[in-house]
């Protein structure tokens, strides 16, 4: 199995472009069902799961051009396909979006569960609570969801979250886009990629109001028409490529990011001693000195995101004192890394939701095992900083997420390969 080879303890110097938003990527390509005509959308990432995505939806029978890296013309006006393949379906997490695409676009639907990262129990509760507001009736087995119109037919509803989930805010937006009335939810999610969802359907002719707040309205259309999107630069990979520098040491100019979105991260990264500087669409960020200690709960956007825990607790362990690091959103999700980092040398007691990062002067080599996508990304820093060299294993679930991860370490200095087997 593919591996990466990371000899550590070379500061990190230079520029790095952010591809487009993961989570943002994996929401707009299956909205494209919803669109009569070709979508071109721009800055999409050739990572793993975008792949998946456009070849589940080219095996639904859409037209797929790759004009240039990074734009993919998707027409989706002769599907007819409301049941894509299970085995596709059950290579990645966000597939269950084909729900409420295909619920939004024929009234009806059958996905099965899907796979991807299980750091954690992740429940759909929420999105079938949508689903049913809306008028659909669920049939759920351990297999699949399958979805048809109630006796009244789809209809536009109001829909209070028990929790700010962001796949349920849009799996409901999806469904909701094309069917009759209007839908309003209530103790909707706010992350960023909610915002890029809601301003590609609006670009193709959508009436969705509120997204970024905790009250969305969607005022359902007869049609959506094809245009032209550019999707977000990915918050969680720009937060990634900083706390390596943090971790490792160096001075980097981080290119194509938002720097509103990443505000809970830099203040973070500051207080634990980097120093950063924000430009219009670029942020540049510098350690040298000892990382001090700090502490970390994650939370919804705007707070500190869960996908970044990883990450920021090897920032930790490398600091000077003791850090707490609380985790909010998935509770198991130290799991999966913090062995490994121990592995390395790392200092970290976990009690229910909070683990305690006792800092180390150095972290050093191993043989590590990523255990989902960011935990491998965090195992990646790790070896970068420690002394000798660092084997990471499993790294598909890394490549889910992270286009060119080697390329772009490697242009930053680093000393990092991929090794096939
Ligand atoms: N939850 C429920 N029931 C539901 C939905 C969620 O109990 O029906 C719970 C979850 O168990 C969790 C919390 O609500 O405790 C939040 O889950 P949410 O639905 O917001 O997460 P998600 O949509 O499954 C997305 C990202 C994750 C990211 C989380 C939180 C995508 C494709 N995935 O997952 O990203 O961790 O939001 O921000 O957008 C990643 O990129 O590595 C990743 C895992």
Redesign the pocket.
Known sequence: MAKYEINGGKPLNGTITISGA???A??ILPAALLVHGVCRIENVPNIS?TCIMLGILKQMGAQIEYPEPGVVEIDCSSVQCSEPDGDLVKKM??S??LMGALLGRFGKAHVALPG??N???????????GFLALGAEVDETEDYVALTPGEEGLRGQRIC??????????NIMLAATLIPGQTVIENA?K?P?IVDLANFLNTMGARVSGAGTDTMKIRGVNCLHGGTYAIIPDQ?EAGTYMAAVTAVGGNVLVQNVIPKHMECITNKLQEMGAKIINYDDSIRIIRSGRLRQTTVKTR??PGF???MQAQVCVCMSLAGGISRLTES???T?FFGYCTELESMGAKISINGKTATVSGVEKLRGATVCAH???AGAALVIAGLAAEGTTYVEHIHFIE??YEDLVEKLTSLGADIRRLDN
């Open positions: 993961k989570n943002a994996v929401a799961d997490r966000a269950y979006y991807g990262c750091f954690a129990s992740r429940p759909i509760d929420q999105h079938i609570k979250l028990d929790m700010a989930s962001v796949g349920a805010t849009i999610a992350e990629h969680i919804p956007y995101p869960t996908d959103v998935y509770e999700r989902d996508l960011r889910r997420g």
